[in-house]
């Protein structure tokens, strides 16, 4: 199948023929999802596999193991158990890891069925619930927003996550001047409308 496949985005051929891990298991993989419905492109450097522009599933190569992560995964039934949080602060996305070709080929059937399902939630317009959040500001944050309100008004307009994200990032620091500095860093990209793990 590969490049040649009608839904195929060759940029992610190159990605997998120059992947320094896991070329066998993310090529097993992409094969198994240009064999469905989705459309595959190339977004955040990644191979993303769309349903009619909507992000459906995405193939990541960690240290340890590659994965199949779906955007809405939190809304997968998951009957078998397979799909994790990729981290702890994660909300909506879920990955099926594997570390090898054979675990792959054995989970097919398991990944075509999510796939119809993350598919379906698409189809259907369904959204993961995002409880309000509940993350308190630090101090240093709250300081430095009030004492600039064209900062403030540009960390309002984030989106949700990308807020979210800042406040992840800032308040794991554990000495106040750490936190000062990475407010002080983060300013121009929280301007510039980014999150913290955007360039």
Known sequence: MSDEAENADRRVGVFVSKAD???????????????????????WRQPVYTWRGANVAILWAFKDN????????????????????????????????????????????IIRAYVAEAIEVERKGLKVDMPKDDLALPDE???????????????????????????????QAKKPETRVARIEKAEPKIRAGKGWNER
């Open 66 to 109: 590659c994965g199949l992560g779906f955007f809405k995964g939190a809304l997968l039934g998951d009957p078998k158990g397979v799909l994790e949080a990729p981290g702890e602060n994660t909300r909506a996305a879920r990955k099926f890891p594997f570390r090898s070709a054979a675990e792959v080929r054995a989970g097919e059937p």
């Open 21 to 43: 891990r896991w070329q066998d298991e993310l090529a097993a993989l992409r094969n198994i999802l240009l064999d469905t419905d989705l459309t595959e492109t190339f977004k």
């Open 141 to 171: 944050l709250t300081q430095t927003l009030a004492a600039d309100p064209d900062f403030a008004a540009a960390f309002e307009a984030l989106t949700p996550g990308r807020r979210r994200s800042w406040v992840l990032h800032i308040s």
